[in-house]
């Protein structure tokens, strides 16, 4: 069930909201997806749009990397889930072509508390070592090592009704029972639906959520609703064919929203009066400045939050925002592999092995998945050999490339021992650690305990000429969802305007 106006409600309200409207100059700030959406909406209804974007490249934070033998891995967005209508409709609309995405896979390997062994036999090989009671105990049998949080998350939305569930979907207050779930953190709530500190202990391995204890419980609450890992799927070819495709629509004016973007326009600062919204930019290593009547600033907050910005009286809470909403950190290594050896000696396809280790999760790519054809098992591979988030991204983020890449080789030969022989000679590791890319300073947003009520709903509130979109502002953060569903909200603030 949907808890949230569906696009097509959104985009019929918003194109009949535009009558008599059109023909706005409005400037976007960021090539993101947040960006490119308003931007191909704005443009779709009549109006002037120019974006500006800091980077050379468009998509943000979908960003496929390609290595020079043609493999390639995602450092940003690489799933996409069956919920998640506002994805889907653009990925209908502009043709682009799906399968399923793996996310667990039985044949792959765990490695906690210093014993490797497969996925299938972890809950008796792995289990037995935590001290837990009984009820948690049968939690590991049936459901696996993370059987204890599936549990608790189970009971937690056995406690709200429709109207709560709407309510975290929605731009509308919390209820108490919502509240109290934003001021706890995710430590606090398992704490106290568990028997045994092992338990706890155990469901952060299993899960990796040991890097989200201290975020708000209200934010797990909200993903358990959204089915955020039901009916996964990725785009064939590259999850930044996304963001081009969408670049590269044709518009009602026969150009394209790629030939309205400045690349390499640096934005430094941002002042909203009466008469319109003032950019400071960098260009050819000056410093110049044009005002605009309307502007729509998708810059992810974490980057706004050191910049100078001066905004009309009656934006305390947006500014308040800016300076102190929660980020997570991130940290991506792909491994470039000869052979798909994972294939042909582990039967993997998909899904990820876990361990305690710095390199946490190694997920197998899902292109072969369905026909496990043993001819691409022979060609190469790209495995995301990390993906972290938190204390564990940053201290990897400290490393530079190459030694990033050995520590994460080095965790992964404690299950695949045989990828020595199988590491591309020339181009073996990529990685992108989200916290240095000054583009997005951090991941992305995920709330800490209390964010909801201190920043949201006013936070999303029509402002006078400077309006603000992206993840961040949404109840999907961390997905391209939530891009997508307040770049819309954007779009009609804009129009009422
Ligand atoms: C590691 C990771 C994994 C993820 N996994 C998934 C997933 O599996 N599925 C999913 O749906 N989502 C996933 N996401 C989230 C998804 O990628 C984001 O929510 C979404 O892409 C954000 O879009 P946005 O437009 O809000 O922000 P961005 O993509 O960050 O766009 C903002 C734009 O502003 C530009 N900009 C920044 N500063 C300036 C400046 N000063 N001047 C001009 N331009 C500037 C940036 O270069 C960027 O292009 C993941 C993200 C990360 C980092």
Redesign the pocket.
């Known amino acids: 069930m949907n808890y949230h106006t569906t696009i097509q409600q959104q985009l019929d309200k918003i194109k009949q909201e535009n009558q008599g409207r059109s023909n706005k100059q409005i400037l976007i ?7 490119l959406a308003a931007g191909y909406e704005l443009a779709q209804l009549g109006h002037r749009v120019e974006i ?4 050379p490249r ?5 960003w496929t990397h390609r290595f020079k033998n043609g493999q390639y891995g995602e450092f ?5 889930p069956a919920s ?1 209508d506002y ?1 889907r409709h653009y990925l209908n609309e502009l043709g682009l072509t799906l399968r399923p995405f793996i996310n667990s896979h039985r044949e792959t390997y765990r490695d906690f508390e210093g014993i490797v062994c497969k996925a299938k036999d972890a809950a008796q090989k792995i289990g037995r070592l935590f001290n837990l009671s009984r009820r948690d105990r049968e939690a590991i049998a049936n459901d696996g090592l993370d059987g204890i949080f599936l549990r608790i998350m189970s009971h937690l939305l056995s406690y709200l009704d429709k109207g709560d569930k709407l309510q975290l979907f929605g731009n509308c207050p919390l209820s108490d029972k919502l509240n109290y779930f934003d001021s706890q953190s995710l430590l606090q709530t398992l704490h106290n639906y568990t028997d045994t500190h092992d338990a706890v202990r155990l469901m952060g391995k299993a899960t990796i959520l040991e890097e989200y204890w201290h975020y708000s419980t209200a934010m797990f609450i909200r993903e358990e609703i959204d089915e955020a890992f039901s009916g996964l799927e990725e785009i064939c070819g590259g999850m930044d064919k996304l963001p081009n495709a969408l670049a590269d629509a044709v518009l009602p004016d026969g150009t394209k929203l790629r030939d309205r973007i400045v690349f390499n ?3 430094c600062s941002i002042n909203q009066d009466n008469e319109g919204v003032t950019i400071k930019f960098k260009q050819n290593g000056n410093l110049e400045q044009k005002t605009y009547p309307y502007v729509l600033c ?3 907050f974490s ?1 706004l939050r050191r910049m100078d910005l001066q905004m009309s009286s009656g934006s305390k809470k947006v500014q308040d925002a800016i300076q102190g909403l929660g980020y997570q950190s ?1 940290t ?1 290594v792909l491994v470039n592999c000869t052979k798909r050896f994972w294939e042909l000696e582990d039967n993997i396809f998909g899904g990820a092995s876990l361990t305690d280790s710095i390199a946490r999760m190694t997920f197998y790519p899902s292109d072969n998945a369905e026909l496990k054809d043993r001819e691409i098992s022979q060609e190469a591979g790209v495995l995301l050999g990390s993906y972290t988030w938190g204390a564990t991204a940053r201290r990897l983020g400290t490393l530079n490339l190459q030694k990033r890449g050995k520590v994460v080789f080095d965790k992964i030969e404690r299950f695949h021992p045989q990828i020595g022989n199988y590491l591309d000679p020339e181009e073996p590791y990529a990685s992108m650690a ?1 916290d240095r890319n000054k ?2 300073a951090g ?2 947003a995920s709330s800490q305990p209390l964010d909801l009520q201190r920043f949201f709903p006013e936070v999303n509130q029509a402002a006078a000429r400077l309006f603000f979109a ?3 502002l949404s109840p999907y953060p ?6 997508l569903w307040s770049a819309l909200q954007g779009v009609r603030q804009i129009v009422l305007a």
């Open positions: 700030l960021g090539a993101g997806m947040a960006g500006w974007e800091g980077s468009l998509g943000g934070r979908v940003g967005a690489m799933r996409i998640h994805t326009r640096e934005v998708t810059i992810p980057v991130s991506k989200w583009w997005s991941a992305f992206g993840e961040h961390s997905w391209i969802q939530g891009a």
